[in-house]
C-alpha cells in the first residue's frame, strides 16, 4: 500500500515563509506526478503547484513568484517553499502524487495539513 504522510503546515504572520513537505512510501514503481492543492473554509480544492520535472513545474496564477515546489526522487519527497504568506494562503493544503504501484497507476492524496496566515 502507498502512504504519503505531510508537514511542516502551521501559524505565520502575513508576510512570513513556510515549507511543506510530503513524502511517500510503500511499494513504489514510479513517481509520474507530485503537486500540492489547497482547500479554504467553503471553497473548492485548488490546484497550487504541480511538479514533472525540474523543468516542467506550473503554478496557480495566485502563488507564482511567492511559492517554489521541488521535489527530492530520491526520498519520494515533494516540497513546497512558501514566501511572503497572505492570508488569503490560509487553507488545508493536500499533497497528491501520480504513483504507479505493482503495475497500477492512481492518484494518492495526504492527509491534509493546516496553513494560517495572520493579518
Known amino acids: 500500500q502507498v502512504q504519503l504522510v505531510e508537514s511542516g503546515g502551521g501559524l505565520v504572520q502575513a508576510g512570513g515563509s513556510l515549507r511543506l513537505s510530503c513524502a511517500a512510501s510503500g511499494i513504489i514503481s514510479s513517481i509520474n506526478v507530485m503537486g500540492w492543492y489547497r482547500q479554504a473554509p467553503g471553497k473548492q480544492r485548488e490546484l497550487v503547484a504541480m511538479?514533472?520535472?525540474?523543468?516542467?513545474?506550473n503554478y496557480a496564477d495566485s502563488v507564482k513568484g511567492r511559492f517554489t515546489i521541488s521535489a527530492d526522487n530520491a526520498k519520494n519527497t515533494v516540497y513546497l517553499q512558501m514566501n511572503s504568506l497572505k492570508p488569503e494562503d490560509t487553507a488545508v493544503y493536500y499533497c497528491?502524487?501520480?504513483?504507479?504501484?505493482?503495475?497500477?497507476?492512481?492518484?494518492?492524496w495526504g492527509q491534509g495539513t493546516q496553513v494560517t496566515v495572520s493579518s
Open positions: 511538479i514533472r520535472s525540474p523543468e516542467s513545474t
Open positions: 497528491n502524487y501520480y504513483i504507479v504501484s505493482i503495475g497500477v497507476g492512481q492518484w494518492y
